[in-house]
């Protein structure tokens, strides 16, 4: 069993920074890639970006430049840096293992 915990989330304006993360304990060594998803009231849940057990990354077209992960694996731990923060990200961002979802965290960009 896998347990994900996302945190880092909050209120930051147009242009700002945040820094997401993504703790998984239990039985890590068994997930291969971790995904991060985002979610907006009404609207089903959008890939934003993934990274592998071996650290290679992919990005949707609307966050690459802007997005970058990172992972801590002495830690479990995967980070997703947001920069340059517009208010179409505003979102609650979840973390994934394809099979686990951690419970969220909100993220709002706002003047």
């Known amino acids: 069993q896998v347990h994900l915990v996302e945190s880092g989330g909050g209120l930051v304006q147009p242009g700002g920074s945040l820094r997401l993360s993504c703790a998984a304990s239990?039985?890590?060594?068994?997930?291969?890639?971790i995904y991060w998803y985002r979610q907006t009231p009404g609207n089903e849940r959008e890939l934003v970006a993934l990274?592998?057990?071996?650290?290679?990354?992919e990005y949707v077209r609307s966050v690459k430049g802007r997005f970058s992960l990172s992972r801590d694996n002495a830690k479990n731990t995967i980070f997703l840096q947001m920069n340059n923060l517009k208010p179409e990200d505003t979102a609650v961002y979840y973390c994934?293992?394809?099979?686990?979802w951690g419970q969220g965290t909100h993220v709002t960009v706002s003047a």
């Open positions: 994934h293992d394809g099979q686990h």
């Open positions: 990274i592998s057990n071996l650290g290679s990354t």
């Open positions: 239990g039985d890590t060594f068994k997930i291969p890639v």
